[in-house]
């Protein structure tokens, strides 16, 4: 994975030392700090809160849970709603959403309420001593799950606790999707994403098969002829080119598989890290590696950007992190050309300054250089087109490089769904992913239920 930087050297801290520079972003609340802060929420009725929120967790109840000690109660409400719970508290972006819509911005306090972190609060310390959600009565009916991302999984539990039992098959050794292999390092700590998940499967009836790669040795026609319904939560596994002379030198590699690499490692200190790194694109992916490849030790790390600040996916509270960690930030400004040292390896890019001109994105012809030993591109993932190469795939309508649903996530072949990522419309949002997965298998089941009454 990381073949394309093998000639540049190790950190010279320990990984002790690294592993330091990887901790939480965002503390934990005390107990102390959670009763405080639930005091502060105003339990509005029809709460902006709960109504801007992707996966319609009652946020105004849960607060009330925790703030009459009902710690559990919070945590099932939270879970009802969004079975990964856990890990959007830590990594969705509540800045733009509940946290932005909270009445409280609006008061003399003028600040929201602090929802991510009593909903970490929350899920953190529940203390169940069984799994929160009953399974029903079996059905007797087995759905295929093809990618054990928040999608995935997400349909797979609410499939679980509808009484039908559920086999999941995933590509990579493990699960868990973006958070096991895409998330910054300092917003999933310590194995929190497998830990999430092994809660998830103690609701029991779902079964998961590693190695499991469609388009390679799993195929949608096999799956559709075996299986009850199929729900595909593929994601997007390709990253996206940049369509430049000098793509494939060494230096220049996907920030995805960097990360990837990163959260997989247990020795930090045997990780290549450039001394002058650039990163391109605008999104989270875009600063986490920023951040990341920072923190690991590179001297000068430089984020560009076609476009201004305004126009970048990161949220203003993403872009303050990227700042706070040193990371310079070009923008108005498109690569050009990857420039190769003698060697045939990454020297540096070449940039165009650009502007607007009524209304569309022009290059001005001014250019400039920035030297780096690594470039990686964060510039958006597509599909991974092997995924969808069987005869029955094919037949699946798409838009652009992503599959076409309906307002409950058909597809258009019958008996097959899809969501997350690699669905139109579809965002890079894990807590979309989840309510994707819980929508798609409350459509399942309500057609499996009608095909048996039919029969």
Not at 310 to 326: C, F, G, P, V, Y
Not at 391 to 414: W, Y
Request: aromatic fraction near 6%.
């Amino acid at each position: 994975m990381l073949e394309a930087l093998n000639y540049i050297p190790h950190p010279t801290a320990s990984n002790g030392e690294l592993a330091t520079h990887f901790t939480d972003l965002a503390p934990p609340l005390s107990a102390r700090q959670a009763a405080i802060e639930s005091a502060r929420c105003l339990y509005c009725y029809d709460a902006p809160c709960t109504r801007v929120c992707p996966s319609e967790i009652d946020v105004a109840s849960f607060i009330r849970n925790i703030h009459d000690g009902n710690v559990d109660g919070a945590a099932t409400g939270i879970l009802k709603q969004n079975i990964f719970g856990g890990s959007c508290a830590r990594v969705c972006p509540t800045e733009i959403l509940c946290e932005d819509a909270c009445v409280r911005n609006h008061d003399v306090e003028g600040r929201p309420v602090r929802i991510a972190l009593l909903q970490r609060y929350a899920t953190d310390n529940m203390s169940f001593v069984d799994h929160p959600f009953a399974r029903a009565q079996p059905t007797g009916r087995t759905i295929a799950v093809v990618g054990a991302g928040p999608a995935g999984l997400s349909c797979a539990h609410r499939l679980a606790m509808l009484g039908h039992d559920v086999v999941v098959f995933e590509a990579q050794p493990k699960a868990g999707g973006l958070n096991e292999y895409g998330i910054a390092k300092y917003k999933l700590t310590d194995g929190f994403a497998q830990r999430e998940v092994e809660f998830l499967l103690g609701i029991g009836g779902i079964e998961i098969r590693y190695g499991q790669k469609l388009g390679e040795n799993l195929h949608l026609k096999d799956l559709h002829a075996r299986y009850d319904a199929v729900f595909l939560g593929i994601g997007l596994g390709a990253s996206r080119r940049l369509g430049l002379t000098g793509e494939d030198a060494p230096g220049l590699l996907a920030a995805v598989d960097y990360i990837a690499a990163l959260r997989q490692t247990d020795d930090l200190a045997a990780l290549p890290v450039p001394r002058r790194a650039i990163v391109i694109g605008a999104g989270n992916t875009a600063v986490d590696m920023a951040v990341q490849v920072g923190r690991l030790g590179a001297e000068l790390v430089t984020l560009v950007y076609r476009r201004g600040f305004d126009a970048m996916s990161a949220t203003r509270h993403e872009q303050e992190i990227a700042k706070a960690n040193l990371v310079r930030m070009v923008t108005w400004a498109q690569p050009r050309e990857v420039l190769i040292d003698g060697a045939g390896r990454v020297r540096g890019l070449k940039l165009e300054k650009t502007a607007l001109q009524d209304g569309q994105l022009v290059g001005t012809g001014e250019t400039f250089e920035i030297a780096a030993d690594a470039v990686f591109k964060a510039i958006g993932q597509s599909m991974a087109e092997a995924s969808l190469a069987d005869p029955l795939a094919t037949l699946l309508k798409r838009s652009g490089d992503k599959i076409e649903v309906d307002n409950h996530f058909r597809t258009a072949l019958p008996g097959i769904y899809a969501g997350g990522d690699c669905v139109a419309p579809g965002q890079d949002l894990t807590v979309q992913a989840v309510q994707h997965g819980k929508l798609a298998a409350l459509a399942i089941h309500a057609d499996l239920l009608m095909n048996m009454e039919v029969a």
